[in-house]
């Protein structure tokens, strides 16, 4: 007969990001994250196919967090919504620093940097979305997309909210 384990999937996932902020990509494996929580290789197997799927539903998780929050900002002030966005980018880019450094993780995650980039922006834009109705520009699609992808490369080059609302401001009148 099995032996049941609660919650072994959340224990997995929880060992799993412990070892990636502590030891790095190449050093967390499938066995270690196994043997941290007593249990079988193939028992991990069982709920996640690679340590890539691993990381990714733990990330994901974590994302899914930060759109929720940003979603359930109730205004309509366009500085409220942006900075909520900003906020959500700066938490989750600041939990994973070390993983986006880590050069192992780099080599493996690049092939499909350019689909989950796009995803992002997507998600991004949608939220964006209502803010650009106020606009004189007639693809107001287009300007979501746009100002994403702006608020995500100047996130992640440091540029403080201040100066991106600012410029958002421009763009959109």
Same mark, same amino acid.
């Given at each position: 007969?099995?032996?049941?384990?609660?919650?072994?999937?959340?224990?997995?996932?929880?060992?799993?990001?412990?070892?990636?902020?502590?030891?790095?990509?190449?050093?967390?494996?499938?066995?270690?994250?196994?043997?941290?929580?007593?249990?079988?290789?193939?028992?991990?197997?069982?709920?996640?196919?690679?340590?890539?799927?691993?990381?990714?539903?733990?990330?994901?998780?974590?994302?899914?967090?930060?759109?929720?929050?940003?979603?359930?900002?109730?205004?309509?002030?366009?500085?409220?919504?942006? =900075?909520?966005?900003? *906020?959500? +980018?700066?938490?989750? #880019?600041?939990?994973?620093?070390?993983?986006?450094?880590? !050069? @192992?993780? /780099?080599?493996?995650?690049?092939?499909?940097?350019?689909?989950?980039? =796009?995803?992002?922006? *997507?998600? +991004?834009?949608?939220? #964006?979305?209502?803010?650009?109705?106020?606009?004189?520009? !007639? @693809?107001? /699609?287009?300007?979501?997309?746009?100002?994403?992808?702006?608020?995500?490369?100047?996130?992640?080059?440091?540029?403080?909210?201040?100066?991106?609302?600012?410029?958002?401001?421009?763009?959109?009148?």
């Amino acid at each position: 007969m099995p032996k049941i384990i609660p919650n072994i999937k959340e224990q997995l996932l929880r060992e799993a990001k412990r070892q990636l902020m502590e030891q790095g990509y190449g050093k967390t494996t499938i066995r270690s994250v196994a043997n941290a929580c007593n249990l079988g290789i193939g028992t991990v197997y069982n709920y996640f196919k690679s340590k890539d799927r691993l990381i990714a539903t733990f990330m994901a998780e974590d994302w899914k967090a930060c759109l929720v929050h940003v979603k359930n900002q109730t205004s309509n002030n366009p500085e409220i919504i942006l =900075k909520s966005i900003y *906020d959500a +980018l700066i938490d989750f #880019i600041s939990k994973y620093q070390p993983l986006f450094c880590d !050069s @192992d993780a /780099e080599k493996v995650f690049a092939t499909g940097l350019a689909e989950k980039h =796009k995803q992002l922006r *997507d998600q +991004l834009a949608k939220l #964006i979305i209502p803010i650009c109705e106020q606009s004189s520009i !007639s @693809d107001k /699609e287009f300007l979501s997309e746009y100002i994403a992808e702006a608020l995500l490369t100047w996130t992640v080059a440091g540029v403080a909210f201040e100066k991106q609302y600012a410029i958002v401001c421009k763009i959109i009148k």
